[in-house]
């Protein structure tokens, strides 16, 4: 039986709160959003960007919140509800909170950060470890300011691993994250040219995510990318954070974990790694040679927490895309069956490069052809022009027959593709949904992918709204 999150009478010291109404004896959850609180969850009023917190307390006592965190100028306007803890500043509170569920966890903590593949990994992480006893992980992307600290607020006491994402858009935002986390184990699965509008080069992101390595704690350990040409600086990070042990991973034989074979197929991957001198087999559930990368910083990872590497191997195979990011549906439409892999999540180069290989392996039915739906990759400053008009080389050596562009800045793509791939273009990523399911035919394979903020997920929303969909075989 699972103990309760927190007694109610054990919130006011971590809290520092003062309590009005009855003490509830115990909270089973954290919430912030009253549209995913659980009954007996303790709700923080955070004041957000968009939408104050506080005015949703009635709400979320009707849904059942044993009681709710609330800021000293609220309080007396939401006291007829029910039970609050009285606190100066919500987030401050939540954060400590956080930090009071770390102090007394004894699990292995494992952060997680990086340009491309953090989630991917943190939840192919999540699934190995918990073969092996409770694990705890971010939900989503539960990765900035709130959701280090609500995650962690939510880390069971009896948990015996953590795996915490951490991302950050600015240089120093990882450093307070990663001092709440305290992680034994820290990964940066690699550098890219992300978020440049925010940086000066690649070498300031590098800089920016080692900063993961200044919150592990003595005797921790600091596992990285060790192809990319920023690995000397993310070695001389971590020794300069007294990060003692250091693990590398990647496709050269100097990695500690490296890559010896790997077959690639439609929906896994096999693979042969040296891993720290011991030559391991497994098969990923996930086909993509940079996920098969990924898979050893999560095996030295799981090897860090004194795991046996043949039993991680074995769990390897359960490991899934997560949703939105190389998930594939079949859909049956007037045409015939097609398969759709679901990339919409997100984009940056490194990742629009990587689901452009992964589209590239993938072989269509009889008849059928590879088909890009690409929108627009945001967050690259000034070089967003070139960077999306250099995708040129990964279309063509990924054998893409059609191109289907959406906005503005994909648009520069889409002016230096040969003639014969043009597929359409539409200055909203959306509005290629029409166009698109016109052009195709039987047997082909679709892969959409872009920022979040060009919304291309709303083209996957509408294929499932009107065909029916299953999971590809």
């Known amino acids: 039986m699972s103990l309760p999150l927190w007694s109610g009478l054990g919130l006011v010291a971590p809290l520092n709160a003062r309590v009005l109404g ?16 659980d009954a007996g969850d303790l709700f923080f009023a955070i004041q957000g960007d968009i939408h104050d917190g506080h005015d949703h307390v009635e709400a979320a006592f009707k849904n059942g919140a044993a009681a709710a965190v609330v800021s000293e100028a609220n309080a007396d306007r ?14 401050r509170a939540l954060e400590d909170l956080g930090r009071a569920a770390r102090a007394r966890s004894t699990a292995k903590i494992i952060a997680v950060t990086g340009s491309v593949g953090k989630t991917s990994t943190k939840e192919a992480l999540r699934t190995v470890l918990g073969h092996f006893g409770q694990t705890h992980a971010s939900a989503a992307s539960y990765n900035n300011h709130w959701g280090v600290p609500l995650t962690l607020a939510r880390m069971p006491v009896e948990a015996k691993f953590g795996v915490f994402e951490i991302g950050m858009n600015h240089a120093g935002e990882i450093t307070p994250l990663v001092a709440m986390v305290q992680p034994h184990i820290a990964i940066i699965t690699t550098v890219a040219p992300v978020h440049l509008e925010h940086f000066a080069s690649v070498e300031d992101i590098a800089k920016a995510k080692a900063e993961i390595f200044t919150g592990v704690v003595e005797g921790g350990t600091a596992i990285f990318h060790g192809d990319i040409p920023q690995s000397t600086m993310l070695l001389k990070a971590a020794r300069k954070a007294k990060v003692h042990n250091i693990l590398t991973f990647g496709l050269h034989e100097h990695a500690d974990a490296h890559l010896d074979y790997i077959e690639l197929k439609e929906h896994s991957s096999l693979v042969t790694a040296n891993v720290l001198g011991k030559t391991i087999r497994y098969e ?23 795991l046996d590497l043949d039993a991680v191997a074995a769990a390897m195979g359960e490991v899934r895309p997560a949703k939105g990011r190389g998930d594939r549906l079949e859909f049956t439409l007037p045409q015939g069956k097609i398969t759709l892999i679901d990339e919409s999540y997100n984009a940056n180069p490194a990742s629009m490069r990587a689901a452009l290989a992964l589209l590239g392996q993938s072989e269509p039915a009889a008849g059928g052809r590879r088909i890009a739906v690409l929108g627009d990759m945001l967050e690259l400053g000034a070089q967003g022009n070139s960077l999306h008009a250099g995708l040129l080389d990964a279309v063509l050596e990924a054998n893409v027959d059609l191109v289907f562009a959406g906005g503005p800045q994909m648009r520069n793509l889409y002016d230096v593709l040969p003639v014969a791939k043009l597929g359409a273009y539409a200055a909203n990523g959306p509005d290629l949904y029409e166009p698109l399911k016109y052009f195709l035919n039987a047997g082909d394979i679709v892969m959409v ?13 509408a294929f499932k709204a009107e065909f029916t969909d299953t999971p590809a075989s």
């Open 22 to 37: 009855t003490l509830p004896s115990d909270v089973g959850g954290i919430s912030i959003d009253t549209r995913t609180l």
């Open 78 to 91: 939401l006291k007829s509800f029910g039970t609050l803890y009285i606190v100066h500043d919500v987030l």
């Open 284 to 306: 990923l559930g996930s086909p993509g040679q940079h996920l098969a990368i990924n898979s050893l910083a999560q095996m030295l990872a799981a090897g860090a927490c004194g």
């Open 449 to 461: 992918k872009g920022s979040n903020g060009s919304k291309m997920g709303k083209i996957i929303a």
